[in-house]
């Protein structure tokens, strides 16, 4: 079954074919050769996780497992270690001292914008990436896709070498090709040779791409990325006649209505804004405490914080904004059809009564009239340069993208392109449908990809180039303030691949160039220092050019905007809206397991999208979770299952992008429906659908299948206004047992003593510390069979509940790591003594000592322990070997783990103190999760050093226990979760 | 099955005879002697061993596929960390409690009406306990790692966990398995010497002989045996005890709700006496047909285990309601919960059943027609059984699948494999059964020739 | 009727009762023979290498400091190999052109690293400090043996876990001054109790006996 496809180590062995696509897969030289052993490899049944892939072994070996049986369990007991070598260096570099990882600048790229990292390396290999404390859009901390672009650099799938017409070729042949090509462009100034590039925020490239332009006059440059940023272009010509880039100043505002914009969840900025936002969400903040107002159709990581949250389709959207905007005086009429007339009139009073503190933010899915009259509402209030700004576009060339691509597209079918050099992006399956890009695409006679992926639109082109990944290469980009950020290699590339920047200069016929040539010679221009290389240094060090920021820009709004206004549209009978995913945003982190395997904040989901709509839609519709489903959209339609969620909009569904990839690579491949199929150029991300019941069920794999809390006061919250009057309110109903309630002696931890807290009232359950702690502790991929098997390894499990009226329920979000329980109940059950407490006060597991009863998961009330039910780690793909980190044992088969509150953490802080003679400093040792935490609700440290962060909160009202009546004395806790609710709109 | 004879002796108070009138020494000898010696195998034995031995290669097979796979191939996940696996050791530990109880505790309270059914009763605890032993180990993760659970002196510098009631588990167990096959054997060591003097055939001769251990049957030989014997029967009755009490603490140690109970001890030693006991009717009842024991395994004999099994039923049905009843009385929320999701949950069926099974069925042995009625007897022991394994199943599943953290809640569902590795250890049990009737005495002969009536005793032979 | 057994079969038997008992335990001595030999733990068993390096030249004959190789050894987990320029910048003038040098030339020349064979091999699932143990005062020569005077190297240590605890259980034992760590003649004074009692409280050595110490 599908499932199975992915169980197990994701990848399979390296040598093993894909099971996908019917045309010639290589995989290696070894392959095409049929190199014995590779066969060997190709057959090996034993790869890890073949067996159970297999569903069972062949009859042939029935006969050998009977007899096996008990002799296995003997052979395995007694084994000798295996001699093993030492390499050292031959010439030892400088700066690296075996042991030890070093930690380097560079920049994520999320739609080619960049928010910092740093890149932890141990001897040359990355292994793990943080937050840059320094830069603009990370403030140290990062979003779960950032966590995950490491896996990107080491993903076995990626292509490997130059394709030409499917077969194998090389560099030298392309470069040959690239000179010819040149040759015959510049003979008819460019005329008929396109480029085609994901929107270009990088200035070295876009100065490259320009003087390549200037060269060839005739040429011409498209850009096209699924998430265009059109609309707010557009909504900002509306208002101020230029396309604009607007920015948000969330800590400065009282007030913030969103409109179904998903700031914290998605975007290049979420990671900042998330921050900002929680700076304010703390109740003895100074200018108080924020709230937030969230009009949107499905229930996002936004919509979850909101103080108030109203679940309308996209057109009710755009009528609440028409409304919000006549309620404060514009000059709009309202539509008869508004939606929630006094919920929008107390949202205007309150964004009245904080003029210059409050702000609106438009979604970038909503059409160009709601930007717009976001934008003249914030004016409206006084909110402009003051808590937003607006600064020119962060693309070095702002064009209309769809327009861009549409003519593209026209020119390809009309034969007007001979030559077409698509750097990166993978149109052939992120372009909307129905411009049948695809079949356009194959009437230019030379067609040239570069991308990580031997993809869809590879396939189509005389040409798969193979792009470096961000971590192997030079360039340069901008974040979402437009700081720019230089980005540099961490490791030669793996698959001899090149960047845009070093093709560009291949048709500027300067093949030989290097990357970190070309950007040198740029940045020795453009940054105008006075000392470059003294520039250039800590440029990288730092991972950014300081004030290099865009100045605000000074805006009027238009007089005649309210007259240009578009109408909104007619109400459909039933509206679809097609968002990024959460996970793997617009397909092109679809091969990355983690990313796959991380349970979506709001639905849990893993491994697939689905169609979400609301309870009452389901009912409507006589649908359950689970049905199989036939959407039609544009004459064209797809097969997608049905999953309910509560606070979803009536009468409208929301699919997801990023499935249905028909060429991705071992993981993604034929996992989830393709959205884009339902994609029109016209109305991207809203229009109307037909809905057919196929009477077929779907298996979807969900992480939890209990939305209520059943009464248990699991997360605990109350609104401002009670916590002022009665601070303790989480303690109440309380049961505390006796203190000295034990049969065992107390424990005095002297010396250090661990603890945690967890913020409720800031955590967005991004699944951002879920990846982070992913990736520092090696814990392996499962495959959606395994997780809907109920087998997930993730050590840090975020809980999601649904309280209150399904069509408007309360979203809670609880991330539960393990609780290092003072009294765990764990470590009396364990037989082998494999999970005992230390004297710091960590609930230890000892993973070599384990023999696998799982007595101890059993007795762990917050179930928060992992088993190795099959052989889960990689142990055959080489360069999955290298992302380990070696710190932290890679587990095996039949063991138990958990988290561990990164003690290899721990360990290197101590040893360094000690090192020094001086105890470890408060904020030394920070855990994976709260390293990655954008809204840094995660604090962990020393309770014995009353200094630390950690001990006062342990001191706050708000801090509170899971489960203490059972008597565990869990060492993570909470702190309870606050509302700042309006109290005209909690009287409706 | 067997036909209703009308000899068949219906009074079946105190006085009634444990062996049919008319028997001496040498009826009683040749009869059972017989059975391993001289009569031809019947049929049905063959074909039960076929079936039985074919169910051990499916035992084998599933257990070298999960040493190779790994404990995955069962149905166990998160939150549910044991199924099957737990689910049959219990079951079958239990089972293994009736051969001791007979043998040991009747035999000191002189309780002559045993000793027609002691000997196989314990050759049944024998192998049910065998079955029993193989599923902890199964059930690790890393099973070649089992002696980590023993104390012995190793390079690691470290020990068992001594609060682990798996560690308890791994003694009694042991204890127990050693301490009934040294009952069950020196046991049957004057009747091996029997067969050996009656045995026509060399090989077999030796081999009995061997196992005979020189016994000539001296008076000092009776001496020692006898002291022997009952010292064993001293040892072995604190076990019957002990074992079940022990693994009850495998649950009630554990803080899950539905575990944590101090009732666990009493109210599974009763359970595994009602099993054991539905385990010996069930083998009875056949066996007695299909050799013609009713000579031997009177009416009288199949009355008595039937009114054990009511009254220990009794004993396991007030189990479940005081678990009901102090899960209300405690107010404890959870194990409030636990309840209700037993009596409504998504295993609701299941727990139903088993209180109709060990609960209902039971009550019908209140009348003595149903108690004689050897056919209706059988069929309430079959589910008996059944019973006391659904019981295991909802403590396990039940209890885990849904505890604290709603948000961690699961299903259990077992897989082929749970299937395949369960029946393949019935299989086991059976295979070593038949093999035990074939080539072994199944009823003590000496035992029942001391109860053979003075009278008839000197007769000719 | 005849006899089955021979009257020896008395004594046989009687002998072959006890005898399983002693053959049982002699199995498990057997066993724990061999565990415990050096064909399990390696101990004392020169293990070969690609060059025949011994120790013993360098350290007590010219007197070249331990760190002088094993560079990290005082700031990282591992003590490091000596990359082969390290040995060449004497090797390119002492005996130049020995052949048995041959391959640490050959490795210089064509940048082809020299593949040693493991002398101290922890498991994948131990976690060992060097610097740190440095630090606290644990020489050497404690866990190494007298490097200086083994023409090839080989363990003196099992490397087993109780031998671990068995020093992390009472550092007291083995501790000795700082400055004294490196060298390799060191021994401890007969009132090595005393002193140690004294090193532990002045670098401040715990007994770090959790598991997390090592394994992670």
């Known amino acids: ?988 | 099955m067997e036909p209703e004879r009308p000899q068949d002796p219906v009074a079946t108070d105190e006085e009634a005879p444990v062996i049919a009138p008319g028997h001496t020494y040498q009826t009683v000898t040749d009869q059972i002697s017989a059975i391993v010696l001289t009569r031809k195998t019947p049929r049905e034995w063959l074909l039960g061993f076929t079936l039985s031995f074919a169910l051990v290669m499916l035992l084998l097979y599933s257990i070298g596929y999960l040493l190779v796979a790994g404990t995955g191939i069962w149905g166990i996940n998160h939150p549910v960390g044991w199924g099957f696996a737990i689910i049959n050791f219990v079951w079958w530990i239990g089972i293994g409690h009736a051969g001791t109880l007979i043998s040991a505790i009747l035999l000191l309270l002189r309780q002559e009406w045993r000793t027609s059914i002691n000997r196989f009763a314990e050759a049944m605890t024998l192998f049910a306990v065998a079955c029993a032993a193989l599923f902890p180990l199964l059930h690790m993760g890393r099973p070649w790692l089992f002696y980590w659970l023993l104390p012995y002196p190793n390079t690691m510098g470290t020990w068992p966990q001594p609060r682990s009631p798996l560690v308890w588990d791994v003694f009694a167990v042991t204890t127990y398995a050693t301490v009934s096959a040294m009952f069950w054997f020196v046991g049957m060591i004057p009747d091996l010497a029997t067969l050996r003097d009656r045995s026509r055939r060399r090989a077999a001769q030796i081999i009995y002989g061997i196992l005979a251990m020189g016994w000539r049957g001296s008076a000092k030989h009776w001496h020692r045996y006898e002291t022997a014997y009952l010292l064993l029967a001293g040892l072995a009755t604190p076990l019957v005890v002990s074992v079940h009490t022990v693994v009850s603490f495998d649950f009630s140690i554990g803080i899950i709700p539905g575990w944590h109970a101090t009732i666990f001890p009493p109210y599974f030693v009763a359970g595994a006496i009602y099993a054991g006991f539905a385990m010996v009717l069930t083998l009875a009842i056949p066996l007695r047909a299909l050799y013609g024991l009713e000579d031997f395994i009177t009416a009288r004999h199949i009355d008595n285990m039937a009114k054990i099994l009511l009254a220990t039923g009794l004993i396991v049905v007030y189990g479940y309601l005081m678990e009901a009843f102090m899960a209300w009385y405690s107010g404890n929320e959870y194990e409030w919960f636990m309840i209700r999701n037993r009596i409504s949950g998504p295993y609701k069926a299941c727990y139903w059943a088993l209180l109709a099974c060990n609960g209902l069925a039971p009550q019908l042995l209140w009348f003595s027609r149903v108690r004689r009625n050897t056919r209706l007897l059988w069929l309430i022991a079959i589910v008996v059984g059944v019973g006391m394994w659904l019981e295991r199943f909802i403590i396990v599943v039940t209890s885990l699948h849904r505890d604290f953290m709603p948000s961690a809640w699961g299903m259990y569902y077992p897989t082929a494999y749970d299937w395949t590795t369960y029946i393949g250890t019935i299989g086991l049990f059976l295979a070593l059964l038949f093999l035990f009737i074939r080539f072994l005495p199944m009823i003590s002969i000496f035992e029942m020739r001391t109860i053979v009536p003075p009278a008839e005793r000197r007769a000719r032979g | 009727m005849s006899q089955i057994f021979h009257p020896s079969t008395n004594t046989i038997s009687r002998v072959s009762i006890f005898g399983a008992a002693l053959l049982f335990l002699g199995l498990l001595w057997v066993l724990y023979g061999v565990n415990s030999s050096a064909y399990v733990t390696g101990v004392g068993v020169a293990v070969g290498q690609p060059v025949p390096f011994s120790h013993k030249h360098p350290v007590s004959g010219i007197g070249i400091d331990c760190r002088y190789c094993h560079s990290s050894v005082e700031e990282s987990p591992v003590a490091g190999l000596p990359p082969t320029e390290t040995c060449m910048s004497c090797h390119s003038q002492i005996w130049a052109d020995s052949p048995i040098l041959e391959p640490v030339r050959a490795s210089f020349r064509d940048g082809r690293p020299i593949e040693w064979v493991r002398v101290h091999d922890l498991p994948g699932f131990v976690y060992f400090d060097h610097s740190i143990h440095l630090k606290k005062g644990i020489g050497c020569a404690s866990c190494h043996g007298r490097v200086d005077q083994m023409p090839l190297m080989w363990k003196v240590a099992t490397l087993n876990m109780e031998w671990c605890l068995d020093c992390h259980r009472e550092p007291e034992r083995y501790v000795r001054p700082r400055e004294e760590v490196f060298n390799m003649a060191w021994a401890p004074p007969p009132d090595q109790l005393a002193l140690g009692r004294e090193l532990v409280a002045k670098y401040r050595i715990r007994r770090m006996t959790d598991c997390s110490t090592c394994h992670r």
């Open chain 1, 1 to 988: 079954m599908r499932g199975d496809g992915n169980t197990l180590d994701q990848y399979g062995s390296y040598g093993r074919q894909r099971r996908t696509g019917g045309e010639r897969l290589w995989r290696s030289f070894e392959e095409l050769e049929q190199a014995p052993e590779f066969r060997l490899l190709a057959e090996n049944e034993f790869a890890p996780g073949a067996l159970e892939r297999e569903g069972g072994p062949s009859r042939r070996r029935v006969l050998e497992l009977l007899g096996a049986s008990l002799a296995l369990a003997g052979a395995a007991g007694c084994t000798r270690q295996p001699p093993e070598k030492i390499v050292p260096y031959v010439a030892a570099p400088e700066e690296v001292t075996p042991g030890k990882p070093l930690y380097y600048a560079t920049a994520f790229l999320l739609g080619k914008v960049a928010s910092g990292i740093l890149v932890e390396s141990h001897l040359g290999r990355p292994t793990k990436i943080e937050g840059n404390p320094d830069h603009p859009a990370s403030l140290g901390a990062t979003s779960p896709l950032a966590q995950a672009f490491v896996l990107g650099l080491y993903d076995p799938d990626r292509s490997k070498v130059v394709i030409r017409h499917g077969r194998i070729s090389s560099w030298v042949n392309f470069l040959a090709a690239a000179a010819a090509e040149r040759e015959r462009l510049l003979a008819r100034r460019g005329a008929g040779f396109r480029v085609l590039t994901e929107p270009v925020t990088s200035p070295s490239l876009a100065a490259a791409l320009r003087a390549l332009l200037a060269e060839l006059p005739e040429a011409r440059w498209h850009q096209y990325q699924p998430l265009t940023g059109d609309h707010a272009r557009q909504g900002s010509r509306l208002a101020f006649g230029e396309p604009l880039h607007v920015l948000y100043r969330l800590e400065q505002a009282d007030v913030i209505v969103s409109l179904d914009a998903d700031l914290f969840g998605a975007g290049p900025a979420a990671v900042r804004y998330a921050r900002d936002f929680a700076s304010r969400r703390r109740p003895d903040h100074p200018a108080g405490m924020n709230r937030l107002y969230v009009v949107e159709p499905a229930p996002s990581v936004t919509g979850a914080m909101a103080d108030h949250r109203l679940a309308l389709s996209n057109r009710q959207v755009e009528l609440a904004a028409r409304a919000l905007a006549a309620g404060l005086g514009l000059p709009v009429s309202p539509q008869a059809d508004a939606p929630a007339k006094e919920w929008i009139a107390a949202v205007a009073a309150d964004l009245d009564r904080s003029r210059g503190r409050s702000l609106v933010v438009a979604g970038e899915h909503q059409p160009p009239a709601v930007h717009a009259l976001a934008l003249a509402i914030n004016h409206q209030l006084g909110n402009l340069g003051r808590t937003v700004f607006c600064t020119p576009p962060l693309e070095a060339e702002p064009v209309d993208q769809m327009a861009s691509l549409k003519e593209l597209v026209a020119d390809l079918a009309a034969g007007r392109v001979q030559t077409l050099l698509i750097l990166g992006g993978n149109p052939v399956y992120q372009a909307p449908a129905d411009l049948g890009f695809g079949e356009a695409l194959q009437r230019a006679e030379l067609r040239i990809h570069l991308s990580l992926y031997e993809d869809e639109t590879s396939q189509l082109c005389h040409w798969h180039l193979p792009e470096a990944h961000p971590l192997e290469a030079w360039s340069d980009a901008r974040a979402f303030d437009g700081t720019v950020t230089l980005l540099q290699p961490l490791i030669e590339p793996l698959y001899a691949g090149r960047s845009a920047l070093e093709v560009v200069s291949i048709f500027a016929g300067r093949p030989s160039q290097t990357g970190e040539e070309i950007l040198r010679e740029y940045w020795r221009g453009a940054a105008g220092a006075a000392d470059f290389e003294r520039w250039w240094r800590s440029a990288l060090h730092d991972g950014l050019v300081r004030g290099s920021e865009f100045p605000p820009k000074p805006v009027s709004l238009r007089p005649d905007l309210f007259a240009r206004l578009p109408e909104p549209p007619a109400a459909a009978p039933l509206e679809l809206s097609i968002r990024p995913d959460p996970a793997v945003w617009d397909g092109r982190f679809a091969n990355l397991a983690w990313l796959q395997e991380l349970p979506k904040p709001i639905t849990k989901l893993t491994w697939d999208n689905a169609v979400l709509l609301s309870p009452a839609t389901a009912r409507r519709l006589e649908l359950a979770g689970g049905d199989l489903v036939e959407l039609s959209a544009g004459g064209r339609s797809v097969r997608a299952p049905v999953w309910i969620l509560p606070g979803h909009a009536d009468e409208c569904v929301t699919v997801h992008l990023g499935y249905g990839r028909t060429r991705a690579g071992k993981v993604a491949t034929g996992i989830g429906f393709d959205a884009y199929r339902l994609q029109s150029s016209d109305r991207p991300w809203c229009t109307s659908v037909q809905l057919r019941r196929t009477g077929e069920r779907y298996q979807l794999a969900s992480t939890q299948h209990h939305h209520a809390m059943e009464g248990r006061r699991l997360v605990r919250e109350a609104t401002l206004a009670e916590f002022r009057r009665d601070p303790g309110f989480a303690h109440h109903g309380e049961h505390p047992p006796p203190a000295d309630l034990s049969l065992y002696p107390p424990v005095a931890y002297e010396g250090y003593s661990w603890g945690m807290t967890i913020d409720l009232n800031t955590c967005l359950g991004c699944g951002a510390c879920v990846i982070a702690c992913q990736a520092e502790n090696n814990i392996p991929v499962v495959g959606k069979d395994q997780v809907a098997r109920g087998r997930a390894m993730h050590w840090i499990r975020i809980d999601r509940y649904f309280e209150g009226d399904p069509s408007r329920p309360a979203i809670y979000h609880q991330p539960v790591p393990c609780m290092h329980c003072d009294h765990a109940p764990c470590e009396v059950v364990c037989p082998t003594a494999a999970t005992v407490h230390s004297a710091e006060g960590l609930n230890q597991m000892v993973y070599n000592r384990c023999v696998g009863t799982r007595y101890c998961a059993n007795n762990c009330p917050y179930k928060v322990r992992r088993f190795n039910f099959y052989l889960y780690a990689d142990w055959s793909v080489e360069t999955l070997k290298m992302l380990r980190n070696p710190d932290v044992t890679v587990r095996s088969r039949g063991v138990m783990e958990k988290c561990t509150y990164c003690v290899q953490r721990i360990n290197r802080a101590r040893i360094a103190a000690e090192r020094e003679e001086r105890p470890i400093r408060d904020g030394e040792v920070v855990t994976a999760c709260q390293a990655a935490c954008p809204v840094q609700a995660i604090t962990f440290g020393n309770l014995n050093d009353p200094a630390a962060r950690v001990a006062e909160l342990k001191k706050d009202p708000r801090n509170y226990g899971i489960l203490e009546e059972l008597n565990t004395r869990p060492r993570t806790t909470y702190l309870a979760r606050l509302r700042n609710p309006n109290p005209a709109l909690e009287r409706l």
